[in-house]
DNA sequence: TATAATGTTTGAAC
DNA sequence: AGTTCAAACATTAT
């Protein structure tokens, strides 16, 4: 569920409720329900891996983090962290984070740094990426105020896709190799996204969870990188450490 | 069945 | 005071 582009197809499955008046709200959450009663949702948006929903002075943020779910108009056998009931239909949430944020929403999220927002801004991007040379770049790439949206999944498939290894220092990475993969990591963004839609994700693959390099044959390594120590998967063959 | 995994925050420990 | 690290949360596929 919870990469960036997965956050988008929610999003997108709640543009039913956009405008439309809350008519329930319950849940586990120990947000302040009470705030959103009766209210009128004005937009759904999404930040990476958050889900913003709109309110005129406030945002509730809803992160799934590793195994959080949802449902539209339907239940799962258990009980809902925040349940939102519109007049013509329901959106449950289940084992994610809820806040409440004051304020509204464009005054608290910078879009320029998200990877699927129109707004996403490559030369930001690069600045910041020049501000922490000594970082490895499977950390840079999970950096969320860099790569908003960026989990996992797309760390490994957009390295491979570029052809740089995990555990290159950032500083020692050529200007237009990180310039690439600026954009390959927003472009497989979207490319996830449109095969998750299809339910074709994974046998996209490249290597994430693979055993063989597809280039070159060569046995794949599986090793958890930098300091964040998540699993990388790589090929030392075809990914250039700098 | 035990394990590990798409993530992040928190607070203790150093 | 800044960093590092384990714990916590919770679900599902293998």
């Not at 990469?3 to 543009?15: A, C, F, N, Q, T």
């Not at 889900?51 to 983090?65: A, E, N, S, W």
């Not at 239940?75 to 939102?84: F, I, P, V, W």
């Not at 699927?116 to 840079?140: F, G, R, T, Y």
Request: charged share 25%; glycine share 6%; net charge positive.
């Amino acid at each position: 569920m919870p990469e960036g582009p997965s956050i988008v197809i929610l999003k997108e499955s709640l543009i039913q409720f956009k405008g439309k008046q809350l008519i329930g709200v319950s849940g586990n959450s120990k947000i302040d329900q009470s705030r959103l009663a009766d209210k009128y949702v004005l937009d759904f948006k999404s930040w990476g891996k958050h889900l913003l929903i709109c309110f005129d002075d406030f945002t509730v943020k809803i992160h799934l983090l590793m195994f959080g779910s949802y449902t539209v108009n339907s239940e799962k056998d258990r009980a809902a962290r925040l349940a939102l009931t519109f007049s013509n239909g329901y959106v449950n949430f289940y084992s994610c984070s809820v806040t409440l944020l004051e304020g509204y929403v464009d005054d608290l999220y910078d879009f320029t740094s998200d990877v699927m927002n129109d707004n996403w801004d490559e030369v930001k991007a690069l600045e910041k990426l020049k501000e922490i040379p000594d970082a490895l770049v499977c950390d840079a790439l999970l950096e969320q105020d860099i790569f908003a949206g960026v989990g996992n999944i797309i760390k490994n498939e957009t390295l491979f896709r570029v052809r740089i290894h995990p555990e290159s220092h950032v500083g020692n990475i050529p200007n237009t190799h990180l310039q690439g993969l600026i954009t390959e990591a927003r472009n497989y963004s979207f490319d996830f996204l449109n095969w998750r839609k299809e339910f074709v994700l994974k046998k996209h693959y490249l290597i994430y969870n693979q055993k063989v390099c597809k280039i070159c044959n060569s046995k794949i390594v599986r090793k958890n990188t930098g300091v964040k120590n998540r699993r990388s998967f790589f090929c030392e063959n075809c990914q250039t450490k700098y």
